[in-house]
């Protein structure tokens, strides 16, 4: 294996030729000081430690001027699979972070900025080599509201139009004379035919986080405010991360 000091050498060459005219700041630092820490961490090669320091100026540079929405929708996001037991769990992220994702500088080292990366952080270090431990997750998923709740908005409705006279949002397409009564019979009857859903719970699979307030973001941002708040405890040992965010896990108890 290539000594670490060579490693050092090897890696500020590989930094000029990605970005020769780079300019030197404390941000830049920092990024250097995590490359470093990723060679030392990972016992690896060179050139994954330049994809991770040019990675991180990529998010850094989006990240600027994005707004929290912005950032949450586009790391929080479903389309990519969660970690799962191949990964590394909650209760020892030296798989995948440095040991100072332990340390009392770890908000400022790997948080993004938010008002929750304290408390992400908290629920990281209270579940260090503690497996059994209960966490409560969260995950924000699209609102289908079931037959009972589409009955009591109907009911409402239909006091709205009785009191007040405001009508459903598709009242006057329902056909030409709409007859009040004939509206709400009809809606009531289609509510009862239709196949009621099944409760949406946390799965295996399941992207979720150990931050409310992140998920809220995520279903304001992501999914226009139209979401239902999901959560759960579980133990500590079912909870993964690959080590992207300290917002981000995965659920897998098998």
């Given at each position: 294996m290539v000594a670490y000091s060579q490693l050092l050498?090897?890696?500020?060459?590989?930094?000029?030729?990605i970005d020769s005219g780079y300019n030197q700041n404390e941000y830049e630092s920092l990024r250097m000081y995590h490359a470093l820490k990723y060679i030392e961490h990972k016992d690896s090669d060179v050139d994954l430690a330049r994809k991770h320091l040019k990675r991180m100026r990529q998010l850094d540079a989006e990240s600027m001027n994005e707004p929290v929405e912005k950032k949450?929708?586009?790391s929080y996001k479903g389309e990519h699979e969660a970690p799962?037991?191949?990964?590394?769990?909650?209760?020892?992220?030296?798989?995948?972070?440095?040991?100072?994702?332990?340390?009392?500088?770890?908000?400022?080292?790997?948080?993004?900025?938010?008002?929750?990366?304290?408390?992400?952080?908290?629920?990281i270090k209270s579940a260090k080599n503690a497996p059994n431990?209960?966490?409560?997750?969260?995950?924000?998923v699209p609102l289908i509201k079931n037959k009972d709740e589409q009955l009591r908005d109907l009911e409402k409705?239909?006091?709205?139009?009785?009191?007040?006279?405001?009508?459903?949002?598709?009242?006057?397409?329902?056909?030409k004379k709409p007859n009040a009564y004939d509206y709400f019979g009809d809606k009531e009857k289609e509510i009862h035919s239709t196949q009621d859903m099944i409760k949406p719970t946390i799965n295996n699979g399941d992207w979720v986080t150990l931050t409310k307030q992140y998920a809220i973001e995520h279903g304001k941002s992501n999914?226009?405010?139209?979401?239902?708040?999901?959560?759960?405890?579980?133990?500590?040992k079912h909870i993964f991360t690959d080590g992207n965010s300290i917002h981000e896990f995965g659920y897998d108890n098998s």
């Amino acid at each position: 294996m290539v000594a670490y000091s060579q490693l050092l050498v090897n890696l500020i060459e590989s930094i000029d030729s990605i970005d020769s005219g780079y300019n030197q700041n404390e941000y830049e630092s920092l990024r250097m000081y995590h490359a470093l820490k990723y060679i030392e961490h990972k016992d690896s090669d060179v050139d994954l430690a330049r994809k991770h320091l040019k990675r991180m100026r990529q998010l850094d540079a989006e990240s600027m001027n994005e707004p929290v929405e912005k950032k949450i929708e586009s790391s929080y996001k479903g389309e990519h699979e969660a970690p799962n037991k191949n990964d590394s769990p909650l209760h020892d992220l030296t798989k995948v972070y440095p040991d100072d994702i332990y340390s009392p500088d770890s908000v400022r080292l790997y948080g993004t900025g938010e008002s929750f990366d304290h408390e992400s952080i908290y629920h990281i270090k209270s579940a260090k080599n503690a497996p059994n431990k209960k966490v409560k997750i969260y995950r924000a998923v699209p609102l289908i509201k079931n037959k009972d709740e589409q009955l009591r908005d109907l009911e409402k409705s239909k006091k709205l139009y009785f009191s007040r006279g405001i009508k459903p949002h598709d009242y006057d397409s329902y056909f030409k004379k709409p007859n009040a009564y004939d509206y709400f019979g009809d809606k009531e009857k289609e509510i009862h035919s239709t196949q009621d859903m099944i409760k949406p719970t946390i799965n295996n699979g399941d992207w979720v986080t150990l931050t409310k307030q992140y998920a809220i973001e995520h279903g304001k941002s992501n999914l226009n405010g139209n979401y239902r708040l999901l959560s759960k405890t579980v133990p500590v040992k079912h909870i993964f991360t690959d080590g992207n965010s300290i917002h981000e896990f995965g659920y897998d108890n098998s």
